[in-house]
């Protein structure tokens, strides 16, 4: 278990969320996934889903308030562990609203990493990805063997396309990304200092591994 708190921020389809999920269960981590959380109100049909699914498929961000909202009840139910934060913050405030949730809790941020990456790179990577409906696990049809493409190794679910991994929808999601999130380094870099980036058009356990170097 590591008590470490780390923000992982980079493009749509930079492979953040599939690196999140690795640096959690190998350091010991709670993995909190924006995307994930919104993805399961979805699928639950919850009244948060439904609102937060038109913004989603359109590659939108969602509106603050209700980002706020989930993430703020999920912070407040960890006790003392550490944890990093997939796909949150994506705007300004966001991440000033996320300040003041942790200075309350007397929590400091340790690591603030950028993946970084191509939009060509990420158009092709985005349109062959995979995510198991049961377990959130992310794949690539690139990597899935032949006749194991749409089923999970991990669990047995059944792998799906996401809605919002079409081309056109990416390509905006990228341009949502360099608009609203970008800024979001420009606010770590002057409170903290500095993040690190991270090249993510590599090997993914190259990544992993580079990932881990640079945060112990
Ligand atoms: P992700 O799985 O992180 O790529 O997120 C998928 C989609 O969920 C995004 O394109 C947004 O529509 C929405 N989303 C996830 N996290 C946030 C956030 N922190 N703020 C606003 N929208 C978000």
């Given at each position: 278990m590591s008590d470490l708190h780390i923000i992982i921020l980079g493009p749509p389809g930079s492979g953040k969320g599939t690196q999140a999920q690795r640096i959690a269960s190998g350091m010991g981590l709670k993995h909190l996934s924006t995307g994930d959380l919104l993805r399961d109100s979805v699928a639950d049909g919850k009244e948060l889903g439904t609102k937060a699914r038109a913004f989603m498929e359109r590659g939108l961000l969602v509106p603050d308030e209700i980002i706020l909202g989930l993430i703020k009840g999920e912070l407040a139910s960890l006790n003392g562990e550490g944890w990093i934060l997939d796909g949150?913050?994506?705007?300004q405030l966001q991440a000033e609203a996320l300040s003041e949730i942790l200075e309350e809790k007397g929590v400091d941020i340790d690591h603030i990493l950028l993946i970084d990456v191509d939009p060509d790179v990420v158009v092709r990577r985005v349109l062959g990805r995979r995510v198991c409906q049961d377990c959130n696990a992310v794949y690539n049809t690139a990597t899935l063997e032949e006749g194991k493409?749409?089923?999970?190794?991990?669990?047995g679910g059944r792998l799906v396309k996401r809605a919002d991994d079409e081309e056109d929808t990416i390509r905006r999601r990228f341009e949502v990304y360099k608009e609203q999130t970008s800024p979001v380094l420009g606010y770590y870099d002057k409170r903290y200092g500095g993040h690190i980036t991270i090249?993510?058009?590599?090997d993914i356990d190259e990544i992993t591994a580079e990932i881990i170097r640079k945060i112990k």
């Open positions: 949150f913050p994506r705007t493409k749409e089923i999970c190794g991990k669990c090249e993510g058009a590599g």
